[in-house]
């Protein structure tokens, strides 16, 4: 089982910074593909990165390809998100999720833990 828990959420202007960070509990974290998804008020959830296992492959949305990155630590059994020249429409909660698998994925489906998610709100 793994428990995962987001921070790092608020309130930014557009065309500033976030970072977000994802804290893992359970001993096969390094193990695990991870990702981070979004859902905006009366949208569906969708797909912004991911990362493999260890941390090789990374596949972005074109939506945020060039402006976020993900990295992992395992060591530190977390997985960030470097949010740069934030758009209104980044407005969201973006959530944390991990998969019983070494390879990254971008389905809602294909992942098997979720956080509780962190608010990210860009003012125009």
């Known amino acids: 089982q793994v428990k995962l828990v987001e921070s790092g959420g608020g309130l930014v202007q557009t065309g500033g910074s976030l970072r977000l960070s994802c804290a893992a509990s359970?001993?096969?974290?390094?193990?695990?593909?991870m990702g981070w998804f979004r859902q905006a008020p009366g949208k569906e959830r969708e797909f912004v990165a991911t990362?493999?296992?260890?941390?090789?492959?990374?596949t972005y949305a074109d939506s945020v390809k060039g402006r976020f990155t993900i990295s992992r630590d395992n060591a530190k059994m977390s997985v960030y998100l470097q949010m740069n020249r934030l758009k209104p429409e980044d407005t969201a909660v973006y959530y944390c999720?991990?998969?019983?698998?070494?390879?990254?994925?971008?389905?809602?489906?294909?992942?098997?833990?979720w956080g509780q998610g962190t608010q990210v709100t860009v003012s125009s």
């Open positions: 999720a991990g998969r019983t698998s070494q390879l990254g994925a971008t389905r809602v489906l294909e992942y098997d833990y």
């Open positions: 990362i493999s296992w260890r941390g090789r492959s990374i």
């Open positions: 359970g001993r096969t974290f390094s193990s695990y593909a």
